[in-house]
């Protein structure tokens, strides 16, 4: 199945609202607790979580670039 853009950013904009209530009551001992990822490295859920923002932030300004890039290509 093949997602156009739009409906990309709906489902982005669906997992965050449906994640932002558990983070909202997420416990000071749950955001430390350990885990493994999948490359053996170990992280609390605190640093995961990070890691992933991060990640995202870093993923849309690449979009952002990308477009404006696009945007003065085109004039």
């Given amino acids: 199945m093949k997602l156009d853009r ?3 950013l709906l ?5 965050r609202a ?3 209530p558990m ?7 749950q955001g430390d607790r350990v885990g493994v990822y999948e ?6 859920f605190r640093q995961m979580l990070e890691y992933r923002v991060k990640h995202v932030r870093i993923h849309l300004a690449q979009m ?3 477009k404006e890039e696009y ?3 085109r004039v």
């Fill in 23 to 29: 983070l909202i009551h997420l416990t000071a001992e």
């Fill in 11 to 15: 489902l982005f904009q669906l997992l």
């Fill in 18 to 20: 449906h994640m932002q």
């Fill in 39 to 44: 490359d053996g490295g170990r992280f609390t």
């Fill in 6 to 8: 739009e409906q990309h």
């Fill in 64 to 66: 952002e670039r990308v």
């Fill in 71 to 73: 945007c003065h290509s």
